[in-house]
């Protein structure tokens, strides 16, 4: 028996050695990318509230690193300017923030505002400082019909926008277009947060309607670009996307930079 044994070993030997070795090919042309789905994520915060500077953090982290798969995250952070009067001024802050947290809050029948807040693609809102529930309300907006959303710049202060293939239950509309910028701190000096450095990404800066959509066709539309000489360009990013006027909805979203 040892003698068989042997024999079979000696003749797979043999096998292995006379099988031709062929060398590895190499994969032909780009390697196939993941597609990810833009899921817009809105926070709302204030330099001023104590709490909102770990959901700043957790909204960093979600757009540098992408951690949701499938799911390109898009983010704005949002400075609302009712904390302005409690011991510090948010340089940030606007009331156009705080107006548009109030729409939302009316959609999820809240009835007071509140810090830190995320709305996901205008659908959904969680606390900021809620971050595994945030992540899952993030993964679930990603699924179902989407617009599609292109920007192209035809120079550097120039660009046209074009919104295609608009899910039929979403005919009510407009496309925002929303100017951020990231890189920014600021070294707090009076209330809840005195004493500290914060860090901020897509702070934004500027968030405007620059049209409807046609829900019939493609829609395309062109604009000079603007901003302030204060903002740093290069960290500047423009976010376009569609929302419904009525369900504040976000059919489909892009971002560029210039």
Not at 25 to 50: D, K, M, Y
Not at 170 to 185: F, H, N, Q, R, Y
Not at 189 to 204: C, I, K, P, S, W
Not at 224 to 233: A, D, E, Q, T, V
Request: aromatic share 6%.
């Amino acid at each position: 028996m040892r003698r068989l044994v042997n024999l079979v070993l000696a003749a797979a030997s043999a096998a292995a050695a006379s099988v031709p070795q062929v060398a590895p090919q190499a994969i032909q042309g780009p390697i196939p990318r993941t597609v990810r789905v833009p899921v817009v994520v809105e926070l709302f915060t204030s330099e001023g509230c104590s709490p909102c500077s770990p959901a700043d953090e957790f909204l960093l982290g979600l757009e540098q690193k992408q951690p949701i798969a499938g799911v390109e995250v898009i983010a704005l952070e949002e400075h609302v300017d009712y904390w302005n009067g409690y011991g510090w001024r948010d340089p940030f802050s606007s009331r156009v923030m705080s107006n548009r947290q109030t729409d939302y809050n009316r959609l999820f029948n809240l009835d007071n505002v509140s810090t830190p807040q995320l709305v996901i693609g205008g659908q959904t809102q969680v606390s900021g400082s809620d971050e595994a529930n945030a992540r899952e309300e993030i993964a679930r907006a990603a699924k179902g019909p989407r617009a599609k959303v292109e920007v192209a710049f035809r120079s550097a202060s120039v660009a046209t926008v074009k919104v295609d293939k608009l899910p039929p239950n979403a005919p009510d509309s407009d496309i925002w277009m929303a100017v951020t910028e990231g890189g920014l701190e600021s070294a707090v000096d009076g209330g809840e947060n005195q004493g500290r450095t914060l860090r901020h990404t897509a702070v934004v800066r500027s968030i405007v309607i620059i049209g409807k959509v046609d829900a019939n066709a493609p829609t395309t539309y062109s604009m000079h670009l603007k901003f302030s000489p204060k903002w740093k360009r290069d960290e500047l990013k423009y976010v376009v996307f569609v929302q419904d006027r009525v369900s504040k909805k976000i059919w489909g979203a892009a971002v560029v930079t210039p």
